[in-house]
């Protein structure tokens, strides 16, 4: 009776200090592969949210150009109230700058975020597959490109996954969590786990070009720019009627400046040859590209904006 009351005993001590399930879900060792807008945006939200990060860049001048952006955009948080110098400091303390993608192979999860090139990620992919251990898991931020294909460069299809951030992504509040055609519900809900542990709500999509986010919003920002080559409205009319009409935090054409027209572009020719003719991009926005008019990160795409990506002339 004894050892059974010493094994009781003992067995609701062993309960209380085994990891819960939610802890063994918890990845802890994160790392983001390029950190241009989209990846600058994702590493400040995992960092904000408490887990130290890797963050890697092609070369020096790309990764201190990276560093002096996130500074200057946490700057600015501070300067409308929004954060304080010392939650400054400790988002920078969790982040490790490197140029070296060697330095990422401990990490329980590596999400790339380089530009919508599909060979570029395969090298990635291909590179990430000989470096980590077999259980960590590949993440694919792209918009519009196969997961399933970018899998097949790897022996862990059943690792790869898509996280669909939308820029800024420290203010918006949803990710779209893809699944390639191998990815394991195992993988799915460890990346959903840690989703929402950096404040985001999870929509589950399965992988098919545009997903839910971009295949919508595409068609809607090139009609705006067809009305605004036909003469029909101004470019502040067009955003304004919609933004009044439908109750848009933001216009079809500030919001296309926000994603950057280069990328946009690169989405809707995507699309285009996935999906038919409604993607056809707008003669407008190849202008715009040609012209090196990219948006925000330009200072001018359909708008003017400052340093901070306010459009000139609003407060």
Request: aromatic share 6%.
């Amino acid at each position: 009776m004894q050892s059974e009351i010493n094994r009781g005993v003992l067995g609701e001590i062993l309960d209380e200090i085994k990891p819960s399930s939610s802890e063994k879900q918890r990845i802890r060792n994160v790392a983001v592969i390029g950190v241009g807008v989209m990846g600058r945006g994702i590493v400040q939200t995992i960092a904000q949210a408490g887990f130290d990060v890797i963050a890697v860049e092609k070369d020096e001048e790309s990764l201190n150009l990276a560093k002096e952006k996130l500074e200057e955009a946490l700057d600015y948080e501070i300067q409308r109230w929004a954060m304080t110098k010392s939650e400054k400091k400790s988002i920078l303390s969790r982040i490790d700058w490197t140029t070296e993608i060697e330095d990422v192979k401990e990490c329980e999860l590596v999400i790339e975020a380089v530009d919508e090139d599909f060979e570029l990620k395969k090298a990635i992919f291909k590179k990430l597959d000989q470096i980590c251990p077999p259980h960590t898991i590949f993440v694919s931020n792209t918009s519009t490109l196969s997961l399933t294909k970018i899998s097949e460069v790897t022996k862990r299809a059943d690792k790869i996954i898509g996280m669909h951030f939308l820029n800024p992504v420290p203010k918006v509040p949803l990710v779209e969590l893809v699944r390639a055609l191998k990815t394991s519900d195992e993988t799915f809900k460890k990346v959903k786990t840690f989703a929402e542990q950096i404040g985001k709500t999870v929509v589950e999509v399965y992988e098919y070009p545009g997903f839910v986010t971009t295949r919508v919003i595409l068609p809607m920002l090139n009609e705006a720019m067809h009305v605004l080559m036909e003469g029909i409205a101004t470019a502040e009319g067009i955003d304004t009627a919609m933004k009044l009409g439908y109750n848009f935090q933001m216009g079809p054409l500030e919001m296309a400046d926000t994603m950057g027209l280069d990328e946009v572009l690169t989405w809707m020719e995507t699309l285009y040859k996935e999906l038919g003719e409604k993607y056809r991009p707008c003669p407008i926005l190849r202008k715009l590209v040609r012209e090196g008019k990219l948006g925000k990160k330009t200072g001018e795409g359909f708008f003017k904006y400052d340093e901070y990506g306010r459009k000139i002339g609003e407060k």
